[in-house]
């Protein structure tokens, strides 16, 4: 699944299917460069049964962190699938 980059201090990226209505979140603290500041911290996450205009506010927000624990966390079923791999210095 394809993730766009989002602003926040906590959340990497976000991406969204809309046949399977699955988000996937990535959770990373990165440094201004988009450096990882903690590889411990850079999870994935599916959210199941997420409805789109709930993935398109979270792309709208201006703060995504607050809008995932607004409208996602504890409404959602989730999954947790593991580390993201950052290829950019390969």
Do not use: C, T, W
């Amino acid at each position: 699944m394809d993730r766009l980059e989002v602003d926040s201090s906590n959340i990497g990226s976000i991406g969204y299917d809309p046949v399977s209505k699955v988000l996937e979140v990535e959770f990373a603290a990165r440094d201004p460069d988009g450096v990882f500041l903690d590889p411990d911290n850079n999870r994935i996450y599916h959210y199941l049964n997420v409805p789109e205009d709930i993935y398109q506010g979270f792309l709208e927000a201006d703060s995504p962190g607050g809008y995932l624990y607004s409208k996602v966390k504890g409404e959602f079923i989730y999954k947790y699938l593991g580390y993201a791999i950052d290829f950019s210095d390969s």
